[in-house]
């Protein structure tokens, strides 16, 4: 029984993140502070600036997600490690893989804060 409800909560956020996803990138894309595809340093650090924004606002929610990403080897990694991976990608002079991690942590992190907004009050719901 419990793998069974473990398996339709994966599924429930699934579908949740999917359909939430699109709202985020189209806000995202419209954000004058997301337009950060200048692959040099001043776009890489913009870039992490905003992701570190989105990121201090969901570890405050309590909804910080794991990605898999292949600057972590391709493992399931906190969006904090992945952050670091944009420092670290900055400071080696890769500055396209910086912003390319950059902005999608701060994507995954507003995603991760609409979904502690959407579901602070969930709870089971029993058939009656």
């Known amino acids: 029984m419990n793998k069974v409800l473990v398996a ?11 359909c939430a996803g699109t709202e985020a990138k189209q806000e995202m894309k419209s954000s004058p502070k ?3 595809t200048s692959a040099d ?8 600036a905003m ?4 990121l201090s ?12 990403d292949k600057a972590t080897g391709g493992s399931s990694k906190p969006l904090s490690k992945l952050l670091d991976a944009a420092k670290k990608a900055r400071d080696k002079g890769d500055n396209a893989e910086a912003i390319r991690i950059a902005n999608r942590v701060a994507l995954n992190a507003k995603l991760g ?13 029993y058939p009656k």
Do not use: C, F, R, S
Request: glycine residues 10%; neutral net charge; without cysteine.
């Open 8 to 18: 339709l909560t994966a599924i429930a956020l699934l579908g949740l993140a999917g």
């Open 113 to 125: 804060q609409q979904q502690a907004k959407e579901q602070a009050n969930a709870g089971p719901d």
């Open 51 to 54: 992701a570190e924004k989105e």
């Open 41 to 48: 340093k001043a776009g890489a650090d913009k870039a992490i």
């Open 34 to 36: 997301a337009a950060m």
């Open 57 to 68: 606002a969901v570890k405050k929610a309590g909804h910080e997600w794991q990605l898999i």
